[in-house]
DNA sequence: AATAATGTGGTAATATAACTACCAAATATG
DNA sequence: CATATTTGGTAGTTATATTACCACATTATT
């Protein structure tokens, strides 16, 4: 909603920019006014204000300020603003977690069901899973087979190119073979990709939209172009690849049915005598 | 918001409870409603419905609609339900990316910013770091080496109780040494601790409050607890920590300086042969 | 340069919505 | 059973928003 009226601004005429202004300068009292006390808080007449609110698809000035209410909160949550040299641990914190938080947002609405849906799928009829990353991509890949293995099915994962390598060359089908790579730009995934294609095996990426990786993969699970932070090091990405994967995990539980419910309570408990009890309170 | 009408409604009288019911029932459109058409759709008197908004601090009836309004962008964010087991595929990844936002921003609420900055004061004077982890938190504490890796430190990480052990042994003053476990009760890796803490080393814990762990660890990150999802396998937990490392490392970033952004470029650039060239649009 | 035409902004009237004061009915309570 | 007290509504008042209309300014056109 600011945003649009950010966009808009250089539009408009003089005084419906003064309201502009004014609404911008401070959002959030705009919501608590009536139209005659933003009228004279911008230096305009009322009508100013109402017609204001016209050109921004709003049946009248109550309907605006519900409208820009709204968007507040949702504008709070989720700005982010790049971290900067001086923020302190506090500012740098908040930013961290609300870009982080943004992302995951950003990919829920952007999300192919359709395409988890197939994966969820392949999965379930898969003999064998392989899951392949490198670097930062190289531990998602390491924690899906964590979580996978609890399906007792056959899952390996790999971070080093040349076991990628020999593991695709020797699949066929029936097997899957997830590959995670955000840039989807790694030219030794590439090559891997169409090697495990050559065999049979299903090939997966989860990967960024139409990257190299994602046009080698006949099934991509995409994952959204990530802004700020992950300048340096992956850090963002990385948690929306995660998230996928339990997104998929959960599709799987899901397909097995009830009865598989007690093979994970087994897996759970068997990791009990490795640990304290539960305090009482 | 609605939660607060919901707890209110029994201390109601008749036509209030009307007014509350009708409100609960389809909020989203008395969002839109004037008083007097919400009073007639509810069967009550205006005044009735203003009687019942002032009881909801709110200033009069178009106060409460906006008020109710952003409640119903914040709630619908993050309304949390769990997975059914005949949820569609939109349903249960809508679920699982839904709470995990919910979960990262109790976290964001949560976090002991303090304890950040201490944490990050460690790593700086670190001479050496180790990640530890087993199971699910073994792929965090290696994604940590990952990225500490960069700021030219030696980093390690391991994800078996044995090396752990002997690692914690060998430590000496200076060392900084990060335990994750979500639950902080596995037995092994209390013992690490304790371990690591008679050689002098700084045995940081990120894990559940109160836990075991958390107790014989002198600096601890704590991760909330997490309702839901994790009931079969670690999930969200999970991603709690990784953002909780990403903003250590990003507050270790800004410790180091301008001149540090430089090393991490020559990094990022010595990836640059491994890749496709981004493509031209 | 003068005039028409269009756009821009305001005044005043009108309609609508919200609120207040007051009253009536219903339900308690002694 | 009568009297309080609570509850709900009617009608009037005030505030608020909207519309219709007009005036001024700016610009284009002859």
Redesign the pocket.
Same mark, same amino acid.
């Given at each position: 909603m600011l945003k649009k009226i950010r966009e808009k601004r250089d539009q408009l005429? $003089? &005084? +419906?920019r003064k309201v502009a202004d004014t609404i911008l300068l401070n959002p959030s009292v705009v919501t608590q006014l &009536?139209?005659?006390a933003l009228a004279k808080s911008a230096g305009? &007449? +009322? #009508?100013?204000v109402?017609r204001f609110?016209r050109s921004f698809l709003s $049946?009248?000035? #109550?309907?605006f300020k519900i409208q820009l209410a709204k968007s507040l909160v949702s504008g709070s949550l989720f700005v982010t603003r790049s971290v900067e040299q001086n923020d302190s641990a506090e500012q740098y914190t908040d930013k961290i977690f609300t870009s982080t938080i943004a992302t995951l947002d950003a990919a829920r609405k952007q999300v192919d069901v359709q395409a988890i849906a197939t994966v969820v799928d392949h999965l379930v009829q898969a003999k064998q899973i392989a899951f392949f990353g490198l670097g930062a991509s190289g531990s998602v890949a390491r924690d899906a087979q964590h979580k996978f293995f609890r399906f007792n099915l056959p899952v390996v994962a790999y971070d080093d190119v040349l076991m990628q390598r020999m593991v695709a060359a020797a699949s066929h089908t029936g097997d899957v073979i997830v590959i995670i790579s955000y840039t989807g730009r790694t030219k030794d995934l590439v090559e891997i990709a169409q090697l495990a294609n050559s065999t049979g095996a299903t090939v997966i990426g989860i990967t960024l939209e139409n990257s190299p990786l994602a046009k080698v993969c006949p099934v991509v699970l995409s994952v959204p172009h990530v802004e700020n932070t992950d300048i340096y090091m992956p850090m963002i990405s990385r948690l929306t690849q995660l998230t996928l994967l339990d997104v998929l995990a959960t599709g799987l539980t899901l397909k097995r049915g009830e009865g598989f419910h007690q093979h994970l309570d087994k897996i759970k408990q068997s990791l009990q005598s490795t640990r304290y009890a539960i305090e009482e309170k």
């Amino acid at each position: 909603m600011l945003k649009k009226i950010r966009e808009k601004r250089d539009q408009l005429n $003089k &005084s +419906e920019r003064k309201v502009a202004d004014t609404i911008l300068l401070n959002p959030s009292v705009v919501t608590q006014l &009536s139209i005659a006390a933003l009228a004279k808080s911008a230096g305009v &007449s +009322e #009508p100013t204000v109402n017609r204001f609110c016209r050109s921004f698809l709003s $049946k009248g000035f #109550p309907d605006f300020k519900i409208q820009l209410a709204k968007s507040l909160v949702s504008g709070s949550l989720f700005v982010t603003r790049s971290v900067e040299q001086n923020d302190s641990a506090e500012q740098y914190t908040d930013k961290i977690f609300t870009s982080t938080i943004a992302t995951l947002d950003a990919a829920r609405k952007q999300v192919d069901v359709q395409a988890i849906a197939t994966v969820v799928d392949h999965l379930v009829q898969a003999k064998q899973i392989a899951f392949f990353g490198l670097g930062a991509s190289g531990s998602v890949a390491r924690d899906a087979q964590h979580k996978f293995f609890r399906f007792n099915l056959p899952v390996v994962a790999y971070d080093d190119v040349l076991m990628q390598r020999m593991v695709a060359a020797a699949s066929h089908t029936g097997d899957v073979i997830v590959i995670i790579s955000y840039t989807g730009r790694t030219k030794d995934l590439v090559e891997i990709a169409q090697l495990a294609n050559s065999t049979g095996a299903t090939v997966i990426g989860i990967t960024l939209e139409n990257s190299p990786l994602a046009k080698v993969c006949p099934v991509v699970l995409s994952v959204p172009h990530v802004e700020n932070t992950d300048i340096y090091m992956p850090m963002i990405s990385r948690l929306t690849q995660l998230t996928l994967l339990d997104v998929l995990a959960t599709g799987l539980t899901l397909k097995r049915g009830e009865g598989f419910h007690q093979h994970l309570d087994k897996i759970k408990q068997s990791l009990q005598s490795t640990r304290y009890a539960i305090e009482e309170k």
